[in-house]
C-alpha cells in the first residue's frame, strides 16, 4: 500500500534508490532517464501496466465476427489449404461378410495465410514526467483497441468487398445459392426465402444437403429498427403477419461498417460457427 498514489516518475525515483542509485538534486528528466535504462526493476513495472492496460483496450472493443465465425489456430507464416474434409455421404450397406468399401474424402480449395500487423509507440521518459495525464496506461490502452480495430476490419473488409472465392466466384452469388437477391430488402417474407436457401446448402462434394439452421441475422445500424420489430415477440391482430418462431429465436448482429455498402443496407444470415465452415479466421498457435 505504500506505493498507493504514487506517479510514475515517484516509482521511478523509488526504484533507483533500491538499486543504490542517489537521486537527489537529480533533474526529472535526468531521473526517468536512468530508470528506463534496466538497471533497476522500473521497467518490469512499467511493461506488467501496459501489457495489462494492451488487453483491457483489446477487451473493451467489441468485435461482432467472433459469435458468427470460428478460430483456427495456426503455425506457419505460409498459404495453407482449409482443413475441411467433406464428401462424407450416407454410409453404404454391408452384407454380412462383406467388404467394407473406403470412402472418399474431399479437401477444400480455400486457403489461409497469416500476416503480422504491428506498430511501435515509444514508451520514453516524457511519458514518465507528464504521468499526470495518464499516457503511460492509456496509450497501451488505445493500443489495444486499435488491434482489435484492425483485425475487425480485416474480417467484415472480406464480407463487405463480397471477395471472390477459389473458384473466382464471389462469396455472396447465385451460383453459391447464397444470395436472394440485390436490392432485397429485411422482411419476414425475404427472411424464410433465406432460410430455405441455407438449409438446401451443400458440401463441397455438391451433393450431400448440410440442412444448417439460421441463427445469426447480421446487419448495418441504418437497419437495427427495422430488425428489432421484425425479431420482437407480439401477438398480431392478424395471422398472416405473425412472426414465425425460427425469426424470433435469431440472435441479432449489429456490425457498424455493414451500415451502407454500395449504397446498398445489407443484411446477412449465418448458421453456428460450430455446425459447419462458414467465416473462419486464423490466429498463430498459442
Known sequence: RQFIGMSMLEIAKECLTRKGIDTKGKAKDEIAKLALQGTTDF???????????LRAGYDAFPQTFRPVARELGIAPFKPLSMPLLGGQTALPKVNESGEVKYGKLYESKNTVQLLTYAEIIPMTRQLIINDDKGAFTRVPFLMGSKAATTESDIVWGIITANAAMFDTIPIFHANHSNLVGTGT????????????LIRKQKDIDGKTVINFTPKYIISGTDLETDMAQILTAITPALVASAVPEFIRSMTPVIEPRLAVVSGESPWFVAANPGRGDGLVYTSLEG
Open 43 to 53: 521497467p518490469y513495472i512499467t511493461e506488467n501496466v501496459a501489457n495489462k492496460s
Open 185 to 196: 430488402a429485411l422482411s419476414i417474407a425475404s427472411l424464410g426465402v433465406m432460410r430455405a
